[in-house]
């Protein structure tokens, strides 16, 4: 079955500093690979999702994210953080098959505390 | 753009009371999903729904829980005499097609159980 791990629960970083946030994959077959991040007292918005294609994912907000099989990983990074960016990331995965129970599964998840 | 949109936003019952959660996916949506994030904890999968009927559910998902698409456009969630432990923020998602196609999230329902 497939699963993720986020390393680390809480993750700080001033303003202006590089953000990565760590992700590491399981998955039986080729995964598709999502990052979403969840505002204070929203709900999940979706910032970038791997689908097989290019390796390196850009999404929204400045966000990317490199699929690295050998490492079973998929980061996701920020060059420079804004205060805006401060919030709960899940990264989350589902497995590449016509399997009608396609279903996604999520990490813990990581909050991102920016620094003045 | 569309969205997924949920009701009520917040409700609060009694344990031991009913609670329909209801969700208005996006209209082209063929997939829908009702996920569970507890206060500080992951967001968990209860049970995903396609051609009217449950495709998947998890260990979660017993007898006390049940969805139901009742016309063509809501897709509901009943929980059944209703545990402190269920207090939650129940969220609805769905998507159009299957292998690893964008799955869009509602903004929550958030259930309290006193």
């Known amino acids: 079955a497939q699963s993720v791990t986020q390393l680390g629960s809480h993750v700080s970083v001033s303003e202006g500093a590089l953000v990565l946030l760590r992700c590491n994959y399981s998955?039986?077959?080729?995964?598709?690979l999502f990052w979403y991040v969840q505002y204070p007292n929203q709900g999940l918005q979706l910032l970038l999702k791997?689908?097989?294609?290019?390796?390196l994912v850009k999404g929204i907000n400045g966000f990317e994210a490199e699929f690295k099989k050998s490492e079973t990983s998929f980061h996701l990074t920020k060059p420079s953080a804004h205060m805006s960016d401060a919030a709960e990331y899940f990264c989350?995965?589902?497995?590449?098959?016509?399997?009608?129970?396609?279903?996604?599964?999520f990490g813990k998840g990581t909050r991102l505390h920016i620094l003045p | 753009e569309p969205e997924v949109t949920q009701t009520p936003s917040h409700q609060v019952t009694q344990m031991g009371q009913e609670v329909i959660l209801r969700c208005v996916p996006i209209s082209n949506h063929l997939y829908f999903y009702w996920y569970r994030q507890i206060l500080g904890q992951k967001v968990e999968f209860l049970v995903s729904?396609?051609?009217?009927?449950?495709?998947?559910k998890s260990e979660i998902f017993d007898d006390q829980f049940s969805v139901e698409r009742p016309d063509g456009s809501n897709f509901t969630l009943k929980i059944r005499s209703t545990k402190l432990e269920d207090s939650a923020m129940y969220f609805c998602?769905?998507?159009?097609?299957?292998?690893?196609?964008?799955?869009?999230f509602g903004e929550g329902s958030w259930l309290t159980v006193v």
């Open positions: 998955s039986s077959v080729p995964p598709y």
């Open positions: 791997y689908t097989s294609a290019a390796t």
């Open positions: 729904f396609y051609n009217n009927e449950i495709s998947e």
């Open positions: 998602a769905s998507s159009e097609r299957l292998s690893g196609n964008t799955i869009y």
């Open positions: 989350a995965v589902s497995e590449s098959t016509m399997n009608r129970d396609d279903k996604i599964i």
